[in-house]
């Protein structure tokens, strides 16, 4: 622990209005949990437990840079150790006083809601999306709505619904009546102190600092660390898996920083999807699609892109197109920092270049070279918010009309993000042509052999991953596209 900070023994945050003070909280101890069973407050349900049906949707307010945000998370798969000094809304906090909240009120008017189980977790998500934007478009509310699914009503009731609560004045909100309250209440909780309880496997840990997670790691190299909980929730909420000691690292600010040079952009290990959303449109719009299509808005305000990286999945959504933009990985231990290429970081199926000591701490995304050709492609069995089968980034740098350097990586393929060599090698020196996009394509034989799986089977994927490079040669006509626009506007 560094020498200024200091011990606490309790986890602190606000629940609706009241500070929550808890000296005894199990590591893997959910929010969804302590609502319903210790707290009685029903209104958040239990659908899928894994993040994907949005019934447990709850806001969490927190201190940034920009002020008090709150953002829209699924509470089945948030752990409570990630909620200190962070303001916890429920459904309940929406009616204070008996009189329905805007958002509801349309719900009733527009016949939003007929079984009633999933309308608690839409409200919530609507609510957070009336806060941000209550002019909000269709597009945006769709957006919004990503990961809440509705069974029976559909959604064209419940998008009229939004519509209508957006012409109800903010002014009476308690969220934004009480702002000013809640953004002194929780610098008062940050005191800048371990938190540290419980013992053993049951030991739940959040770090005064950076300085301070990397001496843990040493200290404890076999304790799970915890970003987003986006996948680790799902060890304990479908696997029963014992992950404990926990060391949550989402209150981190050090972790926290996006930095943009000419150079181009590091991002923090704790850097939300949500929060890099900005910077990635900015510099690489081509990936706004593949970022729009990380899970529901939920999973986008929760995961981060470090915790992406360090889980080492083969079908991880960030991994491929940085690896195809030339990233490096910062790792950083108590002995110091470690700079690596991403694409080294994976060494096989669960396996990845990092000492048991070391963290990811940030991974930079270099600004592409002048007149490269770029693209990325997700394909999965339905649109939004599901598991990835075959993801495909290209990258191409000319030297005139010839491909001085190509860079193809897939996720989905093998059983780490890969880059598929042979082909990278069929492109080099040529012109960007048919010919070259073809014989691509057949030397991906030679780079990859995928498995089925329920996802998809392995000749799926073979002719997916060529028809990806066919899709590129097309898009881009064979002419190099410029990084700073969306090919739409290139070709």
């Known amino acids: 622990m560094t020498a200024s900070a200091t011990t606490r023994k309790e986890l602190r945050f606000l629940l609706n209005g009241p500070e929550v003070r808890l000296a005894e909280c199990p590591p893997t101890r959910t929010l969804l949990d302590w609502l319903r069973i210790e707290r009685r407050l029903t209104g958040t349900k239990e659908g899928c437990a894994e993040g994907d049906c949005g019934a447990c ?8 840079e920009a002020g008090l945000v ?14 200190d000094g962070a303001h916890v809304v429920t459904v309940e906090a929406l009616s204070e006083g008996g009189s329905l909240h ?24 609507l609510y957070g999306l009336w806060m941000r934007r209550p002019d909000a478009s269709v597009a945006q509310i769709e957006k919004a ?8 009503t559909g ?14 004045s903010p002014d009476g909100d308690p969220l934004v009546v009480e702002r000013a309250r809640v953004t002194e209440a929780l610098k008062a909780i940050r005191d800048g102190a371990r938190v540290d309880m419980g013992e053993g496997t049951d030991r739940l840990i959040l770090p005064a ?3 301070d997670l990397a001496a843990l790691r040493a200290e404890l190299p076999g304790a799970t660390v915890v970003a987003g909980a986006t996948d680790v929730g799902l060890w304990v909420t479908k696997q029963m898996r014992p992950i404990g000691p926990l060391i949550f690292i ?10 943009e040079t000419a150079e181009g952009v590091r991002f923090g290990a704790g850097v939300s999807y949500a929060e890099a959303r900005a910077a990635i449109a900015r510099r690489w719009p081509a990936l706004v699609e593949l970022w729009d299509r990380i899970g529901g808005e939920q999973v986008r305000n929760m995961g981060t892109v470090g915790g992406n990286i360090a889980n080492g999945s083969p079908i991880g959504d960030t991994p491929p197109p940085f690896i195809a933009l030339d990233a490096s990985l910062r790792l950083l231990s108590a002995a110091g920092p470690r700079d690596l290429p991403l694409e080294d970081f994976f060494i096989a199926y669960g396996k990845q270049d990092r000492r048991a000591d070391e963290i990811v701490e940030s991974v930079f995304v270099p600004a592409p070279p002048a007149g490269a050709a770029f693209a990325c492609y997700k394909v999965t069995k339905r649109l939004d918010e599901d598991i990835t089968a075959v993801l495909a980034a290209f990258r191409l740098t000319f030297d005139g009309d010839r491909i001085s350097d190509a860079r193809l990586c897939y996720g989905g393929m093998a059983g780490t993000p890969k880059r598929a060599t042979n082909a990278e090698a069929a492109l080099k020196g040529r012109a960007w042509d048919e010919a070259a996009a073809e014989a691509a394509m057949a030397a991906l034989a030679d780079d990859f052999a995928p498995l089925t799986d329920w996802r998809a089977t392995a000749e799926y994927r073979r002719l997916v991953a060529g028809n990806l490079i066919r899709r590129f040669w097309l898009e881009t ?6 990084l700073d626009r969306p090919l739409a506007e290139a070709v």
């Open 477 to 482: 006509g064979g002419a190099s596209v410029r």
């Open 209 to 211: 600092d950076v300085a």
């Open 57 to 64: 949707t709850v806001l969490v307010g927190k201190l940034t």
């Open 70 to 83: 709150y953002e829209s998370v699924n509470a089945c798969i948030r752990f409570m150790g990630s909620l």
């Open 145 to 152: 709505l990503q990961g809440n699914l509705c069974r029976c």
């Open 250 to 259: 989402g209150h981190l600010d050090g972790l926290r920083r996006i930095e």
């Open 155 to 168: 959604y064209a009731p419940i998008i009229r619904a939004a519509q209508a609560a957006a012409a109800a």
């Open 102 to 125: 805007p958002v509801q009120q349309a719900m009733v008017e527009h016949h939003g809601s007929q079984c009633g189980f999933c309308t608690p977790g839409i409200v919530m998500s």
